[in-house]
């Protein structure tokens, strides 16, 4: 098995072409394609169907995809590390972040680590919470701020900043305005306004919701617009307790639904110089919390 191999099964996994495939790794397609058959000759199973007009994976090779990025990121990883320490380059680390979150924590660590090491390259993506953590543990992102419900994310640490019950917030010509509390079985009967799933707030919400559907009348990207359509009166809009400006918050009961926001990033290595400076600069300013 040859790494050049895993690159092209990659390659052609994410971009379900092996013509576009071909011109993503500057490699001829007859050559992609006769790399990516021994690949398969040598594990003893399809990696990809060809049958459709769009090349898919099988069971097999979405097993395999992971791995193959995982083993990729760890060579980059090993290579950036030895130009690192031999000075060749000042090294990257690339972060991820929950779309439009307002805690200032992430813009604030990542101030102080470019103060302190002003020659790393510093790449930052948004996106939702899953996307971020299976960033992480796929290797595309070294350090992440995110949401989730429940237990840690499996293959992830984490040093959580935020943990904080979901409330209905609600605009003052709402008949809950004014309440302090409402029943979840309550809760289900209204429409309600929402971020969509894959945010660690609509996953705090589906798991306290376990079978039941909540019924989303509105949902919106960013918690700003959930609130703009919560003060419009459209419904109660599920928030963090924190988030709630302008709209009376209802605490939400049996049971109480949670979530968290934490930085987090690989459980298991390998980590550049730069990433691992990030990590631990992260550990220290919540452990001084």
């Known amino acids: 098995m040859e790494l050049r ?7 052609v996994a994410e971009s379900g072409s092996f013509t576009r495939a071909a011109e993503r ?8 394609s006769a790399q990516i ?7 003893g199973h399809a990696l990809l169907d060809r049958s459709g007009r769009t ?5 097999v090779g979405a097993a395999v995809l992971p791995l193959a990025r995982a083993a990729l990121a760890s060579v980059e990883s090993a290579r950036r590390t030895v130009e690192e320490m031999a000075g060749l380059v000042r090294g990257s680390v690339r972060v991820g ?23 790393v390259e510093i790449t930052l993506a948004e996106a939702n919470s899953d996307e971020l953590i299976t960033s992480l543990v796929d290797g595309r992102l070294d350090f992440a701020l995110v949401g989730y419900a429940g237990a840690e994310p499996e293959g ?16 003052d010509s709402d008949a809950w305005y004014g309440r302090e509390s409402v ?19 609509r996953g705090a919400l589906d798991a306290a919701c376990g079978a039941r559907r909540p019924r989303i009348a509105f949902e919106a ?10 003060q419009r009166g459209l419904g109660p809009a599920i928030l963090a307790s924190s988030m709630v400006s302008g709209l009376h918050a209802v605490r939400i009961t049996d049971p109480s639904p949670r979530s968290r926001l934490a930085f987090a990033w690989r459980a298991e290595g390998p980590h550049s110089p730069a990433a691992r400076a990030l990590i631990g600069l992260a550990e220290n300013q919540v452990t001084a919390l």
Request: proline share 8%; with cysteine.
């Open 5 to 11: 191999q895993l690159d092209y099964f990659v390659a």
């Open 25 to 32: 790794v500057h490699v001829a397609q007859p050559g992609v």
């Open 37 to 43: 058959r021994r690949l398969e000759r040598e594990l």
């Open 55 to 59: 090349v898919t994976l099988t069971d």
């Open 97 to 119: 972040m929950v779309v439009s979150c307002g805690i200032m924590d992430l813009p604030e660590l990542l101030s102080e680590f470019h103060s302190a090491h002003p020659a």
């Open 156 to 171: 992830l640490s984490v040093r959580v900043l935020a943990d904080e019950p979901l409330v209905a917030a609600v605009a």
């Open 183 to 201: 029943a979840l079985d309550e809760l289900l009967e209204r429409g309600l306004i929402s971020l969509p799933p894959g945010t660690g707030l």
């Open 221 to 230: 990207s960013a918690p700003p617009m959930v609130i703009t359509l919560a």
